[in-house]
């Protein structure tokens, strides 16, 4: 049988045609697929690059507008108004797209300026965490759409950034090294405290306990179960409470805030840089070169350069006859250049016996012995009641005129010393600034800085009219804005006596009740192997029997070096001091940017708080 299989064959070309047609479907609609996918990836892209463009192109007006207003900061400019700021929107000379600028509010060529200000100090962004300052919030927010683009891609890009000042009187303790405290009664502090390095602290008896009412922080570590290592005396520890369970923090990292010389190669908080500040500036920033002496970045970080008053006297100027070797000048950088720096003549003239003396009424020279220096003071003396004299009665008014009025006006009256003592220091004699009969200081206030160390003589800041006192711990109403910057600070009593010497008996020194309302700058004599500092406690020096006397302080204590004059250590036998009851506390005026002490160390600075985009 012969079977014929020409219709199977058929049927099988036919079932490969269909199969082949199919993929051959599917090949197109994937293809197709394809082909409106990358044409949508495409779209895509072109959009995301389109949006990435106007993104950078609303940053460009942001930066445009903080570039301006930065520049105005750093020039001590003050910031035009927000509607100035508002129209400088990118020129887009050259750019290959073209936008419109709008605020928010669809205001077209304009972009969002707000500046929020704050009198008292805030709190500071993340750069800067656990500090304040007093400054300007910006918020700049602008939106830029393109121009003849196929797709309307517009983008939004708003910054915040604080400027403005960080004051270093901003805590009751600061120290840019180990901060020791170690009272032997009771003792409270009210304010913050933070330590560049290591924090230990000890109380003393249950009942006699140390209280921090504040955050306690320390770059390093913070204990109050071990002494410093260098600290000779180990039997410390005892009772110190803390007003939150969170503190001490340890590890917070340092502040570094830039108070000193500008040094690339070093922090500014450095030691030595700022030991600068306090020191006469070099020759590349001082008279005659104006511009860099009153203008340069670096030129006003040096005292010398930012004082109204400038004393000093002459090697020779030792105790004697009244003024001898001493010079005062007044500083104005707003006078024409070749006057800036006025000699001021001296406005007393004493015939004795024939004899022509021709001096100042509030500056002289004195001496007399330090008992834990054991050496004699050759002292640069101020006198602060007879300075209040000179300036509103006597010859210094002309001076003070120039510093309130016409185009030589600085805003304020004269309000900051700085004075240095050409006395050599020698085995049995130290330089020194001496301010005496302080209660009350001129109405802006007063700041005094020297290289030497500074000694005050009765109560200081107490009063603003002579009648009423501000005397008890926290009560600063009646003060005015102080500060004292030197190489050591020693109070004495209104009753000290210079006759004292050096066999006078420590129980023939008796003191009374004092009170000192002032930031302080200062060196210490630091723990080593040999000998404890003495503790933030014996931060205010001591030359008098002060068992069953009190002495209050309100003020900010910074300890940012080593003394470098006054460097005898503190000693735990010997006849120069016994202790007072320390009432001791920060001058809450300080967050305050108007109760400031004229020229108070602080960092000028630029703090970017928040960007976003949409």
């Excluded at 099988?12 to 993929?23: D, H, K, V």
């Excluded at 942001?62 to 400019?77: G, K, P, R, W």
């Excluded at 700085?418 to 004699?429: G, K």
Aim: charged share 10%; glycine share 6%.
């Amino acid at each position: 049988m012969k079977f014929n299989h020409f219709l199977s064959e058929k049927r099988s070309n036919g079932y490969a045609l269909i199969i082949t047609l199919f993929f051959l479907g599917v090949m197109l609609i994937v293809f197709a697929s394809m082909m409106s996918w990358t044409s949508s990836n495409a779209r895509l892209t072109e959009r995301n690059n389109l949006y990435n463009q106007s993104q950078v192109a609303a940053e460009s007006a942001t930066e445009q507008v903080l570039a301006a207003m930065i520049s105005d900061f750093d020039n001590n400019t003050a910031f035009s108004s927000t509607t100035t700021y508002a129209t400088m929107v990118p020129a887009m000379t050259g750019w290959p797209v073209q936008y419109v600028f709008s605020d928010t509010n669809g205001n077209t060529g304009q972009i969002s300026v707000a500046i929020s200000n704050y009198t008292n100090t805030t709190s500071l962004p993340n750069q800067v965490a656990n500090t304040s300052g007093w400054g300007n919030t910006i918020t700049v927010v602008a939106q830029a759409s393109p121009v003849n683009q196929r797709y309307n891609m517009t983008a939004r890009v708003s910054q915040n950034v604080w400027m403005g000042v960080i004051p270093l009187f901003q805590f009751a303790i600061f120290y840019n090294m180990d901060l020791e405290i170690n009272p032997g009664a009771a003792m409270t502090v009210n304010g913050r405290v933070h330590s560049n390095h290591n924090l230990y602290a000890s109380g003393s008896a249950a009942a006699s306990p140390l209280t921090f009412g504040s955050s306690v922080e320390a770059a390093l570590m913070a204990t109050n179960h071990s002494n410093n290592p260098t600290d000779p005396q180990n039997n410390r520890g005892g009772n110190v409470v803390y007003s939150n369970t969170n503190y001490p923090l340890q590890n917070v990292g340092t502040l570094n805030l830039p108070v000193g010389v500008i040094n690339t190669n070093s922090s500014a908080n450095n030691p030595s840089n700022v030991l600068a500040i306090l020191y006469p500036p070099p020759a590349a920033y001082s008279a005659p070169n104006y511009n860099s002496q009153y203008l340069s970045s670096n030129g006003v970080t040096y005292f010398e350069n930012t004082v109204d008053l400038i004393i000093t006297n002459s090697p020779n100027g030792t105790n004697g006859s009244a003024g001898k070797g001493i010079q005062v000048y007044y500083q104005n950088p707003n006078e024409p250049a070749g006057s800036q720096l006025m000699a001021v003549p001296p406005d007393v003239t004493n015939i004795v016996s024939g004899v022509t003396n021709i001096y100042y009424s509030f500056v002289t020279n004195s001496s007399f012995y330090d008992y834990r220096q054991a050496s004699t003071v050759q002292s640069l003396d101020i006198d602060v009641g007879k300075m209040n004299q000179w300036m509103t009665n006597g010859a210094g008014t002309y001076y003070n005129n120039l510093n309130t009025s016409g185009t030589t006006t600085k805003h304020h009256g004269i309000n900051s010393i700085y004075a240095i003592n050409a006395v050599p220091q020698t085995t049995a004699t130290m330089p020194a600034v001496r301010m005496v009969d302080g209660q009350m200081l001129p109405t802006n206030g007063l700041t005094v800085a020297t290289p030497d160390p500074i000694y005050v003589k009765g109560d200081y800041n107490t009063t603003t009219n002579g009648t009423v006192f501000s005397n008890t711990l926290g009560d600063t109403t009646n003060t005015y804005p102080a500060s004292l910057l030197g190489d050591s600070l020693t109070l004495l009593s209104s009753s000290w006596s210079d006759a004292n010497n050096a066999s006078t008996a420590l129980a023939s020194r008796v003191p009374v009740n004092t009170v000192l309302n002032a930031a302080t700058l200062e060196g210490i004599d630091p723990s080593n192997t040999n000998h404890y500092s003495g503790g933030v406690e014996n931060f205010v020096r001591l030359l008098e029997n002060w068992s069953g006397y009190t002495l209050t302080y309100n003020g900010s204590i910074v300890v940012m070096f080593p003394s470098q004059i006054a460097t005898s250590p503190w000693q735990t036998t010997g006849n120069y001091y016994n202790a007072p009851t320390r009432r001791w506390g920060f001058d809450v005026n300080f967050n305050q940017q108007g109760r400031l002490p004229p020229l108070t160390p602080a960092a000028r600075t630029v703090l970017r708080a928040s960007w976003s985009a949409n």
